[in-house]
């Protein structure tokens, strides 16, 4: 019986350890199976055996401070094997790794497994001035979709390649494996035609004139991504999009002269571009000639690639496209044509600490994992506004956060909803499944923005220590004090002038009372109206007298609108309001005045992520804070689409983190 039940405490304890929490360890994406073993790999000289990546390796060993040396005991060892049966998907980048007191193991079907066995083993290093351990562990771990990719839309907004590979570089570490770059639209064509040189003339761009990237930079940046991990899917939007095609030849694309023009071109493109996609568009466009896109698809094919095409675009049946891409809530997969998700994944709306818990929740097209028919996903980054600092499109899309997000999700798959059962709400107990899974990816994420985004563009910071307490109606002119005093416990509802009001708790540093995209997603409101009033406040506790940052914000302006600015001295045009310990909080001065719409005229400061924060002053002990969350229209004149939100969070005076020893608490309790 002793033995029986040995067995199955250890049998439970292997089950406990199948996917780590960061307790076990701070695995980013976490692998699919861990167990960690006790051992250390202390690496110093260390024999060498690979028939895979053998320079990279040996980069690997000089890099974390060991030498190669063939007659050392210690060893890293890389075996290339040809199956690997208890991966039930995506074998081709799965990979076992042991890491004992002497050997280092990796097992994997292709060397592109090898490589993420690398980035694993890059995350598990422990580097002090002396040396750097590995933690022994046992992981066999393999990605639940095969598309895991970001996109910028580079053709309204030139991207330097040097930030191009920066970010290649760094989320290779964390195993995203595309980079789709939409090189055409309106505004410009931004790769080089040798052919037709007028395309990339300054004369016809208008935006950026003078931008773009030569055919040399293009092979080089293909090289760049194969060496990391990532397929680069380049995009050439067909037959819409297209103005700057249509200004350099006075035919549009549909027409018969224009689909000599454009068959040329991509002639040149399929010889530049050693990869094995080609995304053609085919979105927002009335189709003139029904033979376009099939004579387009046709000939790109025969050049060798498979082609890739927007869904709602160009309607096809299985086997006349290779895959679908599918954008906004009208994209449906269809059987017979694998499908990549970026329905609700557009960067350019979502806000700094909102939308990012729905992207970690969420579920890539609603299923716990791909499959020959569903892909992945990619999120995409669409710089309708003009931002005239690459750092600033960076920083205010939350690129970094929610590439983190979506690394861990689609590797790992599984997630609660697609968007539309909780959204952007993490439920207020920390008890929670979904709390704690989203506060452990956090705990995680923040300390990579410490220890390998050091110099990044990442405007986040802890939320989820964030607590607030939101009421329909805040009596005694907006004393926070009189109307809940301490002493006084916290309830659902309270009367007051002999009406009932409710009051929820929330917890994180921006909370959605309505969401930018209306009830389907989610926010504290299931049902808001308009022409409403909410009040959120807190106390938060400081352990002394200090002077610190706020970052506060209650329309969080998308990369994609030709919003106005608000008015001076006004938070935005509802009619928003701050007071901290009985003091209004007035807005910083607006850098933007211009009254007119116009997507040409970048976005200022209006993010709180891209100023400086407000400096207050923190007193020792509780402080209070009160929000006064005023909605009219759900529409205005003014902002397209109405945010009905408000973030406020204490950060350093430089914004680079939050407060520490700061305790949000609407309660007032220490713990």
Same mark, same amino acid.
């Given at each position: 019986?002793?033995?029986?039940?040995?067995?199955?405490?250890?049998?439970?304890?292997?089950?406990?350890?199948? $996917?780590?929490?960061?307790?076990?360890?701070?695995?980013?994406?976490?692998?699919?199976?861990?167990? +960690?073993?006790?051992?250390?790999?202390?690496?110093? $000289?260390?024999?060498?055996?690979?028939?895979?990546?053998?320079?990279?390796?040996?980069?690997?060993?000089?890099?974390?401070?060991?030498?190669?040396?063939?007659?050392?005991?210690?060893?890293?060892?890389?075996? *290339?094997?040809?199956?690997?049966?208890?991966?039930? *998907?995506?074998?081709?980048?799965?990979?076992? *790794?042991?890491?004992?007191?002497?050997?280092?193991?990796?097992? !994997?079907?292709?060397?592109?497994?090898?490589?993420?066995?690398?980035?694993?083993?890059?995350?598990?290093?422990?580097?002090?001035?002396?040396?750097?351990?590995?933690?022994?562990?046992?992981? =066999?771990?393999?990605?639940?979709?095969?598309?895991?990719?970001?996109?910028?839309?580079?053709?309204? %907004?030139?991207?330097?390649?040097?930030?191009?590979?920066?970010?290649?570089?760094?989320?290779?570490?964390?195993?995203?494996?595309?980079?789709?770059?939409?090189?055409?639209?309106?505004?410009?064509?931004?790769?080089? +035609?040798?052919?037709?040189?007028?395309?990339?003339?300054?004369?016809?761009?208008?935006?950026?004139?003078?931008?773009?990237?030569?055919?040399?930079?293009?092979?080089?940046?293909? !090289?760049?991504?194969?060496?990391?991990?990532?397929?680069?899917?380049?995009?050439?939007?067909?037959? #819409?999009?297209?103005?700057?095609?249509?200004?350099?030849?006075?035919?549009?694309?549909?027409?018969?002269?224009?689909?000599?023009?454009?068959?040329?071109?991509?002639?040149?493109?399929?010889?530049?571009?050693?990869?094995?996609?080609?995304?053609?568009?085919?979105?927002?466009?009335?189709?003139?000639?029904?033979?376009?896109?099939?004579?387009?698809?046709?000939?790109?094919? %025969?050049?060798?690639?498979?082609?890739?095409?927007?869904?709602?675009?160009?309607?096809?049946?299985?086997?006349?496209?290779?895959?679908?891409?599918?954008?906004?809530?009208?994209?449906?997969?269809?059987?017979?044509?694998?499908?990549?998700?970026?329905?609700?994944?557009?960067?350019?709306?979502?806000? %700094?600490?909102?939308?990012?818990?729905?992207?970690?929740?969420?579920?890539?097209?609603?299923?716990?994992?791909?499959?020959?028919?569903?892909?992945?996903?990619?999120?995409?980054?669409?710089?309708?506004?003009?931002?005239?600092?690459?750092?600033?499109?960076?920083?205010?899309?939350?690129?970094?956060?929610?590439?983190?997000?979506?690394?861990?999700?689609?590797?790992?798959?599984?997630?609660?909803?697609?968007?539309?059962?909780?959204?952007?709400?993490?439920?207020?107990? %920390? +008890?929670?499944?979904?709390?704690?899974?989203?506060?452990?990816?956090?705990?995680?994420?923040?300390?990579? @923005?410490?220890?390998?985004?050091?110099?990044?563009?990442?405007?986040?910071?802890?939320?989820?220590?964030?607590?607030?307490?939101?009421?329909?109606?805040?009596?005694?002119?907006?004393?926070?004090?009189?109307?809940?005093?301490?002493?006084?416990?916290?309830?659902?509802?309270?009367?007051?002038?002999? @009406?009932?009001?409710?009051?929820?708790?929330?917890?994180?540093?921006?909370?959605?009372?309505?969401?930018?995209?209306? =009830?389907?997603?989610?926010?504290?409101?299931?049902?808001?109206?308009?022409?409403?009033?909410?009040?959120?406040?807190?106390?938060?506790?400081?352990?002394?007298?200090?002077?610190?940052?706020?970052?506060?914000?209650?329309?969080?302006?998308?990369?994609?609108?030709?919003?106005?600015?608000?008015?001076? #001295?006004?938070?935005?045009?509802?009619?928003?309001?701050?007071?901290?310990?009985?003091?209004?909080?007035?807005?910083?001065?607006?850098?933007?005045?211009?009254?007119?719409?116009?997507?040409?005229?970048?976005?200022?400061?209006?993010?709180?992520?891209?100023?400086?924060?407000?400096?207050?002053?923190?007193?020792?002990?509780?402080?209070?804070?009160?929000?006064?969350?005023?909605?009219? $229209?759900?529409?205005?004149?003014?902002?397209?689409?109405?945010?009905?939100?408000?973030?406020?969070?204490?950060?350093?005076?430089?914004?680079?983190?939050?407060?520490?020893? *700061?305790?949000? +608490?609407?309660? @007032?309790?220490?713990?």
């Amino acid at each position: 019986m002793k033995k029986i039940i040995l067995m199955f405490v250890c049998l439970l304890l292997v089950c406990i350890c199948q $996917k780590g929490h960061a307790g076990d360890n701070r695995l980013l994406p976490q692998p699919q199976r861990f167990v +960690s073993n006790g051992a250390s790999f202390v690496l110093g $000289k260390t024999r060498l055996s690979t028939p895979v990546l053998q320079k990279e390796w040996e980069n690997f060993i000089k890099e974390h401070g060991g030498t190669v040396d063939d007659k050392s005991t210690a060893m890293i060892e890389i075996n *290339l094997v040809n199956s690997m049966n208890e991966v039930p *998907l995506n074998k081709n980048e799965a990979y076992r *790794l042991q890491v004992m007191s002497k050997k280092i193991s990796i097992e !994997a079907v292709t060397g592109q497994g090898v490589y993420w066995a690398m980035q694993t083993l890059r995350q598990l290093a422990e580097v002090s001035v002396k040396k750097t351990v590995f933690k022994g562990c046992i992981i =066999t771990d393999w990605p639940a979709f095969r598309v895991r990719g970001f996109m910028h839309d580079v053709g309204r %907004t030139y991207i330097s390649m040097e930030e191009l590979k920066r970010e290649i570089s760094m989320l290779s570490q964390f195993k995203i494996n595309v980079f789709h770059w939409h090189l055409t639209e309106n505004q410009s064509w931004r790769m080089e +035609s040798k052919i037709f040189p007028m395309l990339n003339d300054g004369v016809n761009t208008t935006r950026m004139s003078g931008k773009y990237y030569t055919q040399k930079e293009a092979k080089e940046l293909v !090289a760049f991504c194969k060496v990391h991990g990532m397929t680069l899917i380049p995009e050439f939007d067909m037959p #819409g999009h297209s103005a700057a095609f249509t200004r350099v030849f006075r035919h549009d694309m549909q027409s018969p002269e224009g689909m000599k023009i454009l068959k040329l071109l991509m002639d040149e493109v399929c010889e530049v571009f050693d990869v094995p996609y080609l995304h053609i568009g085919t979105d927002e466009v009335k189709f003139t000639n029904p033979e376009f896109v099939p004579e387009m698809v046709s000939y790109i094919r %025969t050049k060798g690639k498979k082609v890739i095409s927007w869904n709602p675009g160009w309607k096809y049946r299985p086997g006349e496209i290779d895959m679908m891409h599918l954008w906004s809530a009208r994209g449906k997969a269809q059987k017979g044509i694998p499908a990549i998700d970026s329905r609700f994944h557009y960067l350019n709306h979502f806000d %700094t600490f909102g939308d990012i818990i729905a992207l970690y929740n969420s579920r890539i097209y609603n299923v716990e994992q791909g499959s020959e028919y569903i892909a992945g996903t990619i999120l995409a980054v669409w710089n309708d506004r003009y931002i005239d600092k690459e750092q600033d499109i960076i920083l205010q899309n939350g690129f970094y956060p929610n590439m983190l997000a979506i690394a861990e999700r689609a590797w790992l798959g599984g997630g609660t909803e697609y968007f539309d059962k909780n959204g952007t709400i993490l439920p207020p107990d %920390t +008890s929670n499944e979904i709390f704690r899974s989203f506060s452990d990816f956090e705990e995680r994420m923040l300390w990579y @923005k410490e220890h390998k985004f050091k110099g990044y563009p990442f405007g986040y910071v802890k939320q989820t220590n964030v607590w607030w307490k939101i009421t329909d109606a805040f009596p005694n002119n907006g004393d926070l004090t009189a109307s809940f005093p301490p002493e006084r416990k916290l309830q659902d509802s309270y009367q007051y002038n002999g @009406k009932k009001y409710d009051t929820h708790l929330a917890v994180g540093a921006g909370i959605y009372l309505r969401h930018v995209w209306g =009830t389907f997603v989610p926010a504290f409101y299931k049902e808001p109206k308009e022409n409403h009033t909410a009040y959120a406040y807190t106390y938060v506790y400081s352990p002394k007298n200090q002077t610190v940052g706020l970052w506060a914000e209650f329309q969080n302006y998308g990369r994609s609108e030709a919003d106005l600015p608000p008015l001076p #001295g006004k938070w935005d045009y509802k009619g928003s309001r701050i007071w901290i310990n009985d003091e209004e909080i007035l807005p910083p001065g607006w850098t933007m005045t211009h009254r007119v719409k116009d997507v040409e005229v970048p976005l200022g400061n209006e993010n709180c992520v891209v100023r400086p924060p407000l400096s207050i002053q923190l007193h020792k002990g509780w402080n209070k804070i009160l929000l006064k969350l005023p909605v009219g $229209k759900f529409t205005q004149p003014e902002i397209r689409l109405v945010k009905w939100m408000f973030t406020t969070v204490f950060v350093t005076l430089d914004g680079k983190k939050a407060v520490e020893g *700061l305790i949000y +608490s609407p309660e @007032k309790k220490l713990n």
